[in-house]
């Protein structure tokens, strides 16, 4: 048995009564969280103690959309300025030419941001495997960086021979893809409490993979329990093609290949009406809201006032390292509280019209970030410090020169309103990932130049 104590810290839970314990503590053991309260409260003796006095501490933070490969191609300048289509036309030759050990290095990398912004838990979607790349590449690399890791194992299977966006060279055959779907599944998917490690079935998206390799996925998916992701909805492009090539719209496609339930989520869903929202509040779906990405592509703004208003599901998600160009899931909390305020002056919203009506406020920003992205995911051990939960967690030092005078008048929205920066600890399952400010499971300096040495092979082949 190992036990920690974290004590004398200001304590946000996110449970459901949205306690906040000005100087409180954790007691763990073994990885779950055993006792939270007031420090009088809590045993004072563990395994290891640590005096958080002057931090913050909140739950992990829950990524819902990444891309992990997509840190070796940012900020290429062929892609600086390009909508999703074109984009992604730029991009895939390139992607073309990752390795095995390019999977291995970028999810190292991703990861180690995501830990360094407070992220405990992400869900990643490779869908595309050239070179001998598999999924049990990003499984190894992500094991031992210490994050928990849902794997999705994506696909494309309809190329432009065949009416798709993606080059024929970056696809592959639907015999292939279901056969190394259940292969993953049966090797890796850890569905109890606490689990490092869940496969997902993710075909990428509408126009690169066909109506019956989506069937046969929620087939399979359902058949071992296990959850769907796919984009959806992310651009006026897209919606355009399902019209054209389908004769539906995103959401409508997704109900007729029976892509609607609680064990899905979608990426993106910008482009949805009042009542598509209905659909996927009806049928529980969740949806990864990406709004740095959004902004990026200059695809649009997703409504996620709606959606929460309708009862949908909603996460955040940092999304593919090329569409975002970084994977700080902290900065992503912010983005999302004044992206909401942005759409809200862009639809004719004020306060002096609607005294009743709220502008997005930052703990229902952090609210997304972490019990948001833990019901998307369809997982009830994380997202909120509680007895039986797992201990993940994050802390912020408050008496530094970024948070002075912020932190003082209100430590929690401090963290969301005043710039982002890297944490001072992350910790997944009561084990340190970060600790004061520096990576602990890897060396960052070692893997910063691994990673641009990858970075430049791929650009100079």
Not at 38 to 54: I, Q, R, T, Y
Not at 61 to 69: E, G, M
Request: with cysteine; hydrophobic share 40%; glycine share 8%.
């Amino acid at each position: 048995m190992t036990t920690l104590l974290i004590k004398n810290a200001y304590i946000v839970t996110m449970d459901d009564r949205q306690t906040e314990i000005p100087n409180g503590g954790l007691f763990i053991r073994n990885g779950f969280i055993e006792a939270v309260g007031p420090v009088f409260d809590l045993p004072s003796v563990a395994d290891e103690v640590l005096d958080l006095s002057g931090y913050v501490v909140l739950p992990g933070l829950v990524n819902t959309h990444h891309h992990f490969y997509q840190t070796l191609t940012r900020n290429l300048p062929a892609a600086q300025d390009a909508n999703l289509f074109h984009w992604l036309k730029t991009l895939y030759p390139i992607w073309a030419r990752l390795t095995p050990e390019d999977i291995f290095t970028s999810t190292q990398t991703a990861l180690a941001e995501l830990a360094l912004s407070g992220c405990t838990t992400a869900s990643d979607h490779l869908y595309l495997f050239p070179n001998g790349s598999k999924l049990d590449d990003e499984i190894e690399a992500g094991r031992l960086v210490g994050v928990r890791l849902h794997a999705s194992r994506g696909s494309m299977s309809l190329g432009e021979s065949k009416g798709g966006l993606p080059p024929d060279s970056v696809t592959d055959s639907e015999d292939r893809i279901l056969a190394d779907s259940e292969r993953l599944i049966q090797r890796y998917h850890d569905p109890n409490p606490g689990s490092m490690t869940q496969i997902v079935l993710a075909p990428c998206s509408p126009f690169s993979v066909t109506g019956d390799l989506m069937r046969q996925s929620a087939s399979l998916a359902r058949q071992y329990g296990v959850h769907l992701h796919t984009h959806l909805a992310e651009t006026e492009d897209e919606e355009q093609f399902c019209l054209q090539k389908f004769g539906y719209r995103p959401v409508g496609y997704m109900q007729s290949l029976d892509w609607v339930g609680d064990d899905v989520w979608f990426a993106h869903s910008v482009y949805v009406n009042a009542e598509e929202i209905k659909v996927f509040a009806r049928h529980q779906c969740g949806v990864a809201h990406c709004p740095t990405s959004n902004m990026r592509l200059a695809s649009g703004i997703a409504p996620v006032r709606e959606y929460l208003a309708a009862g949908v599901k909603v996460g955040l998600g940092v999304d593919g390292s090329a569409s975002n160009d970084g994977s700080h899931l902290l900065a992503e909390v912010r983005q999302a509280m004044l992206l909401s305020r942005v759409r809200e002056g862009i639809t004719g919203f004020s306060l002096s019209n609607d005294p009743t009506r709220k502008l997005m406020t930052a703990r229902q920003a952090l609210w997304l970030g972490t019990r948001g992205g833990a019901a998307v995911l369809g997982r009830s051990d994380i997202g909120s410090l509680e007895v039986g939960k797992c201990a993940d967690f994050f802390a912020i030092n408050l008496n530094t020169l970024d948070l002075a005078g912020g932190a003082v008048h209100d430590p929690v929205a401090a963290v969301v309103f005043c710039q982002p920066r890297r944490v001072d600890y992350t910790v997944v399952g009561g084990r340190f990932i970060v600790k004061q400010g520096q990576l602990v499971t890897l060396d960052e300096q070692e893997l910063a130049e691994r990673h641009n040495r990858a970075a430049r092979r791929l650009i100079a082949a």
